[in-house]
């Protein structure tokens, strides 16, 4: 009887929504928007097996609730076969080939998606890259090459960008519940996307005047390519025991990043979501 009373129940894994999964409808949320989503592509891990990944969810979302979508990536390739997932359902979207270190691109970047698309309204800042566990084995030049993507390429996006963004516009920053606990053990990583949390409310300070909201959006352990290659040399990560029993969809990241930047949330601005099952505040 005592083991009966000690036994834990199975845990329930609820079953993936159509959203969860990609497969829901667009309802008209963004109809009319012009959205940019920088690091719209995505990595290929294993391509015969690879899921979507963040970046490409979000922009194909943006395309099939009504926004003209421009997809920039350092990768122009991967940027590419996002915009043909969006046009192959009906939608609205081009490509631009940008590396967000280097500012004449970002400038030339922002400066054609406003012209192609006669506005812009929204931004998604979701680059990122990743580097070596500890601090023993990160040079400074790898050091500061993280730190260049992952919070000054992002700063580079909203200082061309605020003054071509028309009044009442949004910016989404994507981070990481690695800049909330320090489970991935790169030093690195962990606090360039700390970063950005301070970079996030000084744009928000910044456009507040003109109704420019600015949001930050916290990824938790998601299935995507690059979570995967994030693991390959942590066979844990994927394992680890979530909340929920499994990992997120980069779609229930892509939903997250839809509510800022839809008309759902105009009177949201600095603030922070954590997309993870409760894993960074349980």
């Not at 990768?75 to 590396?99: K, L, S, W």
């Not at 990481?176 to 700390?194: E, N, P, R, T």
């Not at 420019?212 to 394992?239: E, F, Q």
């Amino acid at each position: 009887m005592a083991e009966e009373a000690d036994a834990k129940p199975e845990r329930y894994v609820r079953p993936l929504s159509k959203e969860s999964e990609g497969h829901a409808p667009g309802k008209g949320r963004l109809k009319g928007r012009r959205i940019l989503i920088v690091g719209g592509g995505q990595r290929i891990f294993d391509a015969a097996t690879d899921p979507t990944g963040n970046g490409r969810a979000m922009s194909i979302l943006c395309g099939r609730e009504g926004a003209h979508v421009a997809v920039a990536d350092v990768n122009h390739t991967a940027a590419e076969h996002t915009v043909m997932r969006i046009t192959a359902e009906g939608g609205r979207a081009f490509t631009i080939h940008a590396d967000v270190t280097r500012e004449s691109d970002v400038a030339r970047m922002i400066e054609e998606a406003q012209r192609t698309m006669g506005g812009l309204d929204g931004m998604v800042l979701n680059v990122g890259t990743f580097g070596k566990i500890g601090l023993d084995g990160v040079s400074a030049e790898e050091w500061n090459h993280i730190y260049d993507v992952n919070v000054r390429g992002p700063m580079f996006c909203c200082r061309e960008a605020l003054d071509k963004f028309d009044n009442g516009g949004s910016i989404v920053f994507i981070s990481s519940i690695a800049a909330l606990k320090a489970g991935s053990q790169m030093a690195v990583y962990d606090s360039s996307k700390a970063a950005l949390g301070g970079l996030m409310r000084n744009i928000a300070h910044l456009g507040a005047r003109r109704g420019i909201r600015a949001n930050l959006v916290y990824p938790g352990l998601v299935d995507t390519p690059n979570g995967r290659a994030a693991g390959a040399d942590r066979p844990s990560r994927g394992k680890a025991n979530t909340p929920f029993g499994r990992q997120a969809t980069a779609w229930e990241i892509a939903y997250a990043v839809l509510f800022f930047l839809s008309d759902e949330s105009v009177y949201i601005t600095a603030q922070t979501l954590a997309v993870d099952a409760g894993l960074s505040g349980l």
